[in-house]
């Protein structure tokens, strides 16, 4: 095989289709940025859309804005923005809270409509916050259930008669080892389960069709892959067949059939209305849907295309240009098993990837020795990944890691 070569990554730039898109990002100079799948960079459009919201809206129109602007309707225009992003039908997602509370609500939902079983089942590798509020369901409810776990590759042969539901992260948090949607969803229907998605690793950065899969329920963050900023709210998903027997555990006025009755008791919105809670965040709101905007120019096919040459050219460049300096691939070789992220192992992980982010380039560290790197396909370029590479096996061929202030630890890394 022919050596990787910069000019090599720069000519598969200059063939990109999406090359152009980039240019709607704020992405500083100098600096490469490989963390968006940990926080989606910004939109060039996002502060003058939230300039316009808070003067003219907010400042201007006042309280007016729930009905002139449709800021009430918020949620569900913006669900169905992201329906089309992960193969679902309009009313079938709704844009509410934080992933982790979607998560408890939908996990809730899902064992009372299985009544007669108590197992969780998920993967031992599944992001801590899945796994914390299986836990706390299964506390909350006081009925017997459990969390059960099981290794990546083994959770199709785990599901048993047991089994009330499979809750899995579609892309591991750690590794981006990609699991098979639609098989692992047929194989818990299988089994009489029901399946629950976190699409949070996925979501904005390939193809994704939860109708076809014959998903149960899905989760997601609106702040990665879908550029929504810092904090931005996230989405669920039910399938239309759920949505009307489906018991809200956090029955909030929003969620309510008539809201403006302001009646005593809870009586649910009908279909994906009973999903939302409390007042939407509009301002988080309005900044996600710039996010949304921009990903919906792009076929997702085109997305996945270009997600996977990224991440193959970055595989290829670390082991051509790093090799025998420490790093082991953590990452599935195969690009169908693969995310749009790169995972390596090295003993002295943290402290190299603070060397990096020192140079500009900014992926990040998962424990306990994983530099991980995530390949947004909207604006990151072949040749980002080229120098990426080059600038990795420079830190590690001079120990320029081993200095004391990338030893000490910050809060987040």
């Known amino acids: ?27 500083p100079e100098g600096v490469i ?24 809206h907010w400042g201007r129109d006042l309280i007016t804005s729930w009905n002139t602007h449709d800021w009430i309707r918020l949620p569900q225009r913006l669900g169905d923005k992201i329906a089309r992003l992960i193969g679902a039908g309009s009313g079938a997602v709704v844009v509410a809270d934080s992933t982790s509370v979607n998560l408890f609500k939908t996990l809730a939902a899902a064992l009372r409509l299985n009544p007669e079983r108590r197992v969780i089942l998920s993967e031992r590798d ?105 904090g931005a709210p996230a989405f669920l998903f039910v399938a239309p067949r759920h949505q009307e027997s489906f018991r809200q555990p956090l029955s909030g006025w929003l969620g309510h059939a008539e809201p403006f009755a302001f009646e005593t008791s809870y009586r649910p919105a009908p279909g994906i209305g009973r999903y939302v809670s409390g007042t939407p965040p509009v301002l988080s709101m309005a900044a996600l849907e710039v996010g949304l905007d921009l990903l919906l120019e792009v076929p997702p096919a085109a997305l996945r295309e270009k ?6 050219c970055f595989i290829a460049a670390v082991e051509q240009e790093a090799a025998g300096l420490g790093l082991t691939l953590l990452s599935p070789r195969a690009a ?78």
Not at 6 to 26: H, I, K, T
Not at 307 to 312: D, R, W
């Open 126 to 230: 599944n992001f801590p916050t899945d796994l914390y509020i299986a836990e706390g369901v299964a506390g909350f409810l006081e009925q017997g259930h459990m969390l059960r776990l099981a290794e990546g590759d083994d959770i199709a042969g785990a599901i048993d008669g047991e089994t009330a539901v499979v809750m899995l992260t579609h892309v591991n948090y750690r590794s981006g080892a990609m699991h098979d949607l639609g098989a692992v969803t047929a194989a818990a229907h299988r089994a009489g389960a029901l399946m629950l998605w976190d699409l949070a690793h996925s979501a904005g950065a390939m193809p994704l069709d939860l109708a076809a899969a014959d998903a149960d329920f899905a989760v997601g963050c609106g702040y990665k892959y879908l550029n929504g900023g810092p």
């Open 336 to 413: 169908e098993r693969r995310g749009s992220q790169v995972s390596f192992r090295h003993p002295s992980g943290y402290p190299v990837m603070q060397a990096l982010i020192s140079d500009g380039i900014i992926g990040d560290f998962r424990a306990p020795d994983i530099l991980r790197f995530g390949f947004a396909p909207l604006y990151t370029r072949f040749v980002d990944a080229w120098d990426a590479a080059a600038a990795l096996a420079e830190v590690l061929r001079t120990r320029g890691w081993d200095r004391p202030e990338f030893h000490r630890r910050a809060t987040v890394t």
């Open 307 to 312: 997600s996977v040459a990224l991440t193959e």
């Open 1 to 27: 095989m022919n050596a990787l070569t910069r000019a090599r990554c720069a000519a598969l730039d200059a063939a990109d289709p999406l090359a152009a898109m980039r240019a709607q990002f704020a992405l």
């Open 33 to 56: 940025y490989l963390d968006g799948n940990s926080l989606g960079a910004l939109p060039k459009a996002t502060p003058a859309r939230l300039a316009e919201l808070i003067e003219r």
